[in-house]
């Protein structure tokens, strides 16, 4: 019995240890982000490498449209999520369908401008949202992304089909997160030359990606705001992981 109790207490400890690091990582990047000073565009094309960049974002090759709103701008994550009862009451929200829209955009400080390539970024942009309760009349922009994504069902109507006063059907939300032009942004990512990045007044050869750091990453605030945002991220998990451990060790006493 006291073998298995050890056992318990060694993988809880483990299990404990690993959610901590997860969490330690992201707290740690935070610190890096709130304590680094962003490098001036002008000056980062005379040292390439992993770059912490602060600016406005603005158009390079056109905006795309908005699925869900119609707004023009340069980056939009969207999802379209669906409501799902739980056992304890409580509603979890489904993904039926997300994706990506927008390519390249340029970022500009005061000194210059150069290009961002935000594919395979983890992006932290704000959140717009419509939710639309079962059976309600779609608005003809989320109609026809309904009727042109087969991933998607429509819930109009479904109040319709009832039973003794049960709504059959569930509430949606399309969500969309955006990267406006002339909004702040803050980009951590690698810096390479690249001839054709730039050519007019004003921008620089390089181009910004992910290629050559862990962490490539695109908000759309500034460098505190990010660092905060990637406090949030980590601090349950660093608290979690403290717990578990503390929970093994008393199992072990």
């Not at 290629?211 to 979690?240: C, H, M, N, Y």
Request: with cysteine; glycine share 12%; net charge negative.
């Amino acid at each position: 019995m006291v073998a298995i109790t050890l056992v318990g207490a060694a993988l809880l400890a483990l299990v404990g240890l690993a959610v901590f690091a997860l969490g330690a990582r992201e707290l740690w990047f935070a610190t890096r982000i709130y304590r680094g000073e962003p490098t001036a565009i002008a000056d980062v094309v005379n040292d390439p490498g992993p770059a912490e960049l602060q600016g406005t974002a603005q158009s390079d090759e056109g905006t795309v449209e908005s699925p869900f709103s119609g707004a023009d701008c340069l980056l939009c994550e969207w999802e379209v999520q669906e409501a799902e009862t739980t056992g304890e009451g409580g509603v979890h929200w489904k993904t039926l369908d997300q994706g990506l829209r927008g390519g390249p955009f340029r970022l500009t400080d005061e000194t210059a401008s150069c290009r961002i390539e935000p594919a395979g970024s983890v992006r932290h942009l704000d959140e717009h949202d419509v939710k639309v309760p079962a059976g309600t009349e779609l608005p003809d922009r989320l109609r026809a992304f309904v009727a042109s994504n087969p991933n998607v069902d429509s819930q109009e109507g479904a109040a319709d089909a009832t039973f003794a006063g049960i709504n059959l059907g569930e509430e949606q939300r399309f969500v969309e997160r955006r990267l406006d032009p002339g909004e702040d942004c803050y980009v951590y990512g690698y810096a390479h030359y690249d001839p054709a990045a730039g050519s007019r007044a004003g921008e620089v050869n390089v181009r910004v990606d992910g290629d050559g750091v862990r962490r490539f990453l695109v908000a759309d605030s500034r460098e505190r705001g990010v660092a905060w945002e990637q406090v949030k991220i980590g601090i349950l998990p660093t608290v979690l992981g403290l717990v578990f451990v503390g929970a093994a060790i008393a199992l072990a006493l």
